[in-house]
Nanobody, 125 residues
Framework: QVQLVESGGGSVQSGGSLRLSCAAS????????MAWFRQAPGKEREEVAA????????YYADSVKGRFPISRDNAGNSLYLQMQSLKPEDTAMYYC??????????????????WGQGTQVTVSS
């Protein structure tokens, strides 16, 4: 499994921005996809955004579409999530993930087998 370490979380006011980063211990080109998931207290984990490594196809949850673009560096060692127009309902622990299976229509899109420890995002109204 590849080791993943997230950073960039924090506390912001509604309407603010944060950029999450995920550093991988090795190139992720051996994986088919990477993704950001989040889990709020009392809620199930949800896939927020995902990207297929080779094709660069992307997926966004409806709740973040147009606000949270996902990107990766060319070396395949880092994944990013630019979070804009943040809302209190975006408050959650955010996890970086990498997987070997990309589903074009199923949920989640990225079947992940490696996970980071998470970074907390808190948005106040």
């Amino acid at each position: 499994q590849v080791q993943l370490v997230e950073s960039g979380g924090g506390s912001v006011q509604s309407g603010g921005s944060l950029r999450l980063s995920c550093a991988a211990s090795e190139s992720t080109y051996g994986r088919y996809c990477m993704a950001w998931f989040r889990q709020a207290p009392g809620k199930e984990r949800e896939e927020v955004a995902a990207i297929a490594i080779r094709s660069a196809s992307t997926y966004y949850a409806d709740s973040v579409k147009g606000r949270f673009p996902i990107s990766r560096d060319n070396a395949g060692n880092s994944l990013y999530l630019q979070m804009q127009s943040l809302k209190p309902e975006d408050t959650a622990m955010y996890y970086c993930a990498a997987g070997r299976v990309w589903y074009s229509t199923a949920s989640p899109r990225c079947k992940s087998d490696s996970w980071g420890q998470g970074t907390q995002v808190t948005v106040s109204s």
